[in-house]
């Protein structure tokens, strides 16, 4: 009976886990944020997300290593679908980072496109959308230990960004009311 309890609890600590991008034991605690901002005409947008590490950046390695490539990409995209970071609300069709998000309640996960680059992708229940992550490097000294989403205002009127830093890598995203269908 005491091999039996054994086995299940290693096989239990080797499969992956269920909580998607949340697994691993440093982040058993990971924070939860939330935040909103209200533009104006543009409406409000909530941003909620858990603040993990990522096993302290060690999947940027494994990324470097060609033959694991592929099967981390799946993983860490089909963690990002099934058990989602957090959640994003808009309460007026706008863009992020250029990309049209329509009015709506959606699933937030970071996943990689098929050139391994980072995007934010949001579930929704009609249309699951891609939103392209420009980062950059920063010093050492700038590092995030754990995943950092800040709302912030815009230097113009009713317009916002969304600022993502995670070990050595940070970049912003703009928010700005979506143009009317008739617009374009």
Same mark, same amino acid.
């Given at each position: 009976m005491n091999r039996f !309890?054994? /086995? +299940?609890a290693a096989a239990a600590l080797l499969a992956p886990s269920a909580l998607g991008q949340k697994q691993g034991a440093t982040n058993n605690n990971a924070p939860e944020i939330e935040q909103a901002i209200d533009l104006g005409s543009?409406? #409000? !947008?909530? /941003?909620?997300?858990?603040?993990?590490?990522?096993a302290g950046g060690r999947w940027a $390695? *494994? /990324?470097? =290593?060609e033959s694991r490539r592929d099967r981390l990409r799946a993983r860490i995209n089909?963690?990002?679908k099934s058990a989602p970071l957090g959640y994003f609300s808009t309460g007026n069709d706008v863009t992020v980072g250029g990309v049209r998000v329509n009015e709506g309640d959606y699933k937030l996960g970071f996943t990689l496109d098929d050139d391994f680059k980072w995007q934010i992708t949001l579930f929704g229940t009609d249309a699951e959308i891609d939103i392209p992550l420009a980062l950059m490097k920063v010093g050492e000294e700038e590092? *995030? $230990? #754990? /995943?950092?989403?800040t709302l912030y +205002?815009? =230097?113009? =009127?009713?317009?916002?960004?969304?600022?993502? +830093?995670f070990g050595d890598q940070m970049g912003s995203l703009d928010i700005k009311a979506a143009p009317t269908r008739e617009e374009g």
């Open positions: !309890v054994i /086995l +299940a543009t409406g #409000r !947008v909530e /941003l909620t997300y858990t603040g993990i590490t990522w $390695k *494994s /990324l470097e =290593d089909g963690g990002a590092e *995030s $230990k #754990r /995943l950092i989403c +205002a815009g =230097d113009e =009127d009713f317009t916002g960004g969304i600022y993502i +830093a």
